[in-house]
């Protein structure tokens, strides 16, 4: 399948180029070193990965810019994880714009959101969580998206007509999951599957200087919840037809389950003249069959985004409302970022953010848990190579865990573009909830360096 996307992209990546003749083309090429400075808590991980990255964009208009055609196909080769050997098309749409409408149509990327720590109203792309864990990257998403701008704002309609599941890393990427992850096996509570027929509203405006944003999304979930499963054929109860997810009733052996005296004496029995397996041999290979399926629901959701700046300062928001197998959370992120400009008679900015995140979405189990601080603070060099840091950590108010990230950049001439990034964890409880999409895996380490060569 990856090989076919491959074909596709490079073939649809010509296509563009050459419709683009008369347009705008830039290429990027990535290299990429990871280092993971702790071992990995899952057997026989790599210690360091390497990739490389080409991303080719066009932009073509025509008709005094009331036509654009334009496109973003991406593709990545990884040294170690095959799963992160993928490509995709993170663009291809043609826009038709009037005076106070635009027809959009094709697979686009659409942000919502205004909040550093996380975006929570981010709901139309699916994540590309094998190229990285910090929900940034995302796929190109199909849709149809008429905008109808007034004096009252702009309103925005999304028709999501396909479902893109999320990626994950591989067995031999990290950082790791303990269990084998089965895209392929992903379950759904729509019976359309991929094809249910997702859609959106958006209202946004500018008054003075507050930006504000209400929207609206029915459909399925980006974010799947994950499964513990017992893998079809492993001899389990319920595994010969298929994977079994109710793990209550696969568990039928006498390891892991309770049984009357009777039968428990006539096992044990079995077991000392060697007739039956061993309580450790069957705890052993019923782990050594679970894996993990990814679960999408149908959603509900209502949401509200706003940044007001004041002088040097800027009020941040984002909150939800979601329902979810009939059941309704709230979660938001509400804080602020300040600017002390030129600091010390230099030309540096310094920004000084902080955020408090709450987030009651038990059921998605997308973070570690419900009540977060965020703090960090961004430095801009304003040079002409474009120096930036931002550096900053979580801390949950419930435990002692702490989310650290350091990135920083700069470019060296036109055409170079350098970026460092450390993501490190610690305290981290024993019991810490384990079905998030990236609790498991924001556990190890990380440290980035990236070259990006434009052309």
């Given at each position: 399948m990856r090989s076919i996307i491959a074909v596709v992209v490079m073939a649809t990546s010509a296509w563009g180029v050459a419709v683009a003749a008369d347009g705008d083309v830039y290429t990027t090429l990535e290299l990429e070193h990871r280092e993971f400075p702790q071992e990995s808590k899952v057997p026989d991980r790599p210690d360091r990965q390497s990739a490389a990255a080409l991303t080719v964009e066009f932009f073509r208009e025509w008709n005094r810019g009331d036509q654009l055609l334009s496109g973003v196909f991406f593709g990545r080769v990884d040294s170690d994880d095959d799963e992160r050997t993928h490509a995709d098309i993170r663009e291809l749409s043609f826009v038709h714009a009037a005076r106070d409408y635009?027809?959009?149509?094709?697979?686009?990327?659409?942000?919502?959101?205004?909040?550093?720590?996380r975006h929570l109203v981010d709901v139309i792309n699916q994540t590309d969580f094998v190229e990285d864990i910090d929900n940034e990257d995302k796929l190109g998403q199909p849709m149809?998206?008429?905008?109808?701008?007034?004096?009252?704002?702009?309103?925005?309609?999304?028709?999501?007509?396909?479902?893109?599941?999320?990626?994950?890393?591989?067995?031999?990427?990290?950082?790791?999951?303990?269990?084998?992850?089965?895209?392929?096996?992903?379950?759904?509570?729509?019976?359309?599957?991929?094809?249910?027929?997702?859609?959106?509203?958006?209202?946004?405006?500018?008054?003075?200087?507050?930006?504000?944003?209400?929207?609206?999304?029915?459909?399925?979930?980006?974010?799947?919840?994950?499964?513990?499963?017992?893998?079809?054929?492993?001899?389990?109860?319920?595994?010969?037809?298929?994977?079994?997810?109710?793990?209550?009733?696969?568990?039928?052996?006498?390891?892991?389950?309770?049984?009357?005296?009777?039968?428990?004496?006539?096992?044990?029995?079995?077991?000392?003249?060697?007739?039956?397996?061993?309580?450790?041999?069957?705890?052993?290979?019923?782990?050594?069959?679970?894996?993990?399926?990814?679960?999408?629901?149908?959603?509900?959701?209502?949401?509200?985004?706003?940044?007001?700046?004041?002088?040097?300062?800027?009020?941040?928001?984002?909150?939800?409302?979601r329902e979810r197998g009939e059941r309704w959370a709230n979660a938001l992120v509400t804080g602020f970022e300040h600017t002390l400009y030129g600091v010390f008679d230099s030309a540096i900015d310094v920004g000084l953010l902080s955020e408090f995140i709450y987030d009651r979405r038990e059921a998605e189990g997308q973070d570690l848990f419900d009540r977060e601080v965020f703090a960090g603070t961004r430095l801009s060099f304003n040079d002409v190579a474009g120096t930036a840091l931002l550096a900053g950590g979580v801390r949950s108010l419930d435990e002692t865990t702490i989310s650290y990230l350091v990135e920083a950049e700069r470019r060296f001439g036109a055409s170079v573009k350098v970026s460092l990034q450390a993501r490190l964890v610690s305290n981290v409880p024993d019991d810490a909830p384990a079905q998030a999409s990236s609790a498991l895996l924001d556990y190890e380490d990380t440290i980035s360096a990236i070259v990006q060569l434009y052309f």
């Amino acid at each position: 399948m990856r090989s076919i996307i491959a074909v596709v992209v490079m073939a649809t990546s010509a296509w563009g180029v050459a419709v683009a003749a008369d347009g705008d083309v830039y290429t990027t090429l990535e290299l990429e070193h990871r280092e993971f400075p702790q071992e990995s808590k899952v057997p026989d991980r790599p210690d360091r990965q390497s990739a490389a990255a080409l991303t080719v964009e066009f932009f073509r208009e025509w008709n005094r810019g009331d036509q654009l055609l334009s496109g973003v196909f991406f593709g990545r080769v990884d040294s170690d994880d095959d799963e992160r050997t993928h490509a995709d098309i993170r663009e291809l749409s043609f826009v038709h714009a009037a005076r106070d409408y635009e027809v959009r149509l094709g697979v686009r990327k659409v942000f919502w959101g205004v909040t550093e720590s996380r975006h929570l109203v981010d709901v139309i792309n699916q994540t590309d969580f094998v190229e990285d864990i910090d929900n940034e990257d995302k796929l190109g998403q199909p849709m149809i998206n008429l905008a109808w701008i007034s004096d009252f704002g702009t309103w925005d309609a999304f028709w999501l007509p396909y479902f893109r599941e999320r990626t994950f890393p591989g067995e031999d990427g990290r950082p790791a999951f303990p269990f084998e992850i089965t895209e392929d096996a992903a379950r759904y509570e729509s019976h359309q599957e991929q094809s249910h027929q997702d859609f959106a509203l958006r209202w946004r405006h500018t008054v003075g200087a507050l930006d504000v944003g209400v929207s609206w999304f029915k459909g399925t979930a980006r974010e799947p919840r994950l499964l513990p499963c017992v893998r079809q054929g492993s001899g389990f109860e319920g595994t010969a037809t298929q994977a079994n997810c109710d793990l209550d009733s696969a568990v039928t052996d006498p390891a892991l389950s309770g049984f009357e005296p009777l039968d428990r004496i006539l096992i044990a029995l079995a077991q000392q003249a060697g007739l039956a397996p061993t309580d450790a041999e069957v705890q052993a290979a019923f782990f050594d069959a679970v894996q993990i399926i990814p679960h999408y629901d149908q959603i509900e959701q209502y949401s509200i985004d706003a940044q007001w700046i004041i002088g040097a300062t800027a009020l941040k928001l984002e909150a939800l409302r979601r329902e979810r197998g009939e059941r309704w959370a709230n979660a938001l992120v509400t804080g602020f970022e300040h600017t002390l400009y030129g600091v010390f008679d230099s030309a540096i900015d310094v920004g000084l953010l902080s955020e408090f995140i709450y987030d009651r979405r038990e059921a998605e189990g997308q973070d570690l848990f419900d009540r977060e601080v965020f703090a960090g603070t961004r430095l801009s060099f304003n040079d002409v190579a474009g120096t930036a840091l931002l550096a900053g950590g979580v801390r949950s108010l419930d435990e002692t865990t702490i989310s650290y990230l350091v990135e920083a950049e700069r470019r060296f001439g036109a055409s170079v573009k350098v970026s460092l990034q450390a993501r490190l964890v610690s305290n981290v409880p024993d019991d810490a909830p384990a079905q998030a999409s990236s609790a498991l895996l924001d556990y190890e380490d990380t440290i980035s360096a990236i070259v990006q060569l434009y052309f």
